[in-house]
């Protein structure tokens, strides 16, 4: 039985952005589900994708890209069918650790000063990156008239979500495929480094001259990192 692969979207981004993977995942016979990332917190969001894990019979392969990688490390954590998780352009955190923990303990994340925010009846924010700074700063190997479409579609992080700190990873116990972006301005290289180290991941794949939109710029890179991982499952 072919695992079923469930794909998390980060903030700024929405489940389209895995369009050209699905394509790939689905053209290799496996059953693929781009779930929705409600973007609220670490432990919300871990909750929503747990509860779809759930309705899902057989082998997974949890795949996470940016902040959707803190939802999966809590989503995959106590369900068994849960057999590889892979980390595309994604934070694996630690018990404690937050996203400014991760995005500021190496040089080269350059986004934040190019978000603004939304305020909300709650108190909190809903933060968005800038129409200005999209390209250039998220996605720049993509075509200008796909990054105006992500533009207008992307989905907002709240700021609960860079407050609020990790609870036990699944990456301790499950193992981990990692790919990353050689240029991505909102993670830097060197945290996707180390954290692929710490989670002793099974494969760390760099891609050249790639952006932090992964799954959009460079599908088939990605798609070629979670077939490996479904295989070895």
């Not at 923990?101 to 108190?123: N, Q």
């Amino acid at each position: 039985m072919k695992p079923t692969i469930v794909l998390v979207h980060g903030a700024f981004a929405e489940s389209a952005s895995w369009n050209g993977v699905i394509r790939r995942l689905q053209a290799a016979g496996h059953r693929t589900v781009a779930a929705g990332n409600p973007l609220r917190g670490p432990t919300a969001d871990a909750a929503a994708v747990s509860s779809l894990l759930g309705t899902t019979a057989g082998p997974i392969v949890l795949v996470g890209h940016s902040y959707g990688g803190f939802v999966v490390s809590g989503a995959a954590v106590g369900n068994d069918n849960v057999k590889a998780l892979v980390y595309v352009a994604a934070l694996a955190p630690d018990r404690g650790e937050t996203v400014p923990d991760l995005t500021g303990g190496f040089p080269g994340a350059t986004l934040s000063p190019h978000l603004y925010e939304v305020p909300l009846a709650d108190g909190t924010a809903d933060l968005y990156v800038r129409p200005d700074c999209y390209h250039e700063f998220f996605a720049a190997d993509l075509p200008f008239d796909q990054a105006d479409l992500a533009v207008a579609t992307q989905r907002p992080l709240n700021s609960n979500a860079l407050a609020e700190a990790s609870g036990e990873p699944a990456w301790k116990t499950v193992p981990s495929w990692f790919v990353f972006p050689e240029q991505d301005l909102t993670i830097p290289r060197g945290t996707f480094r180390f954290m692929a180290g710490r989670a002793n991941a099974r494969e760390s794949v760099e891609v050249a001259g790639a952006s932090h939109a992964l799954p959009a710029s460079q599908p088939q890179a990605v798609a070629d990192v979670i077939l490996r991982a479904a295989a070895a499952v």
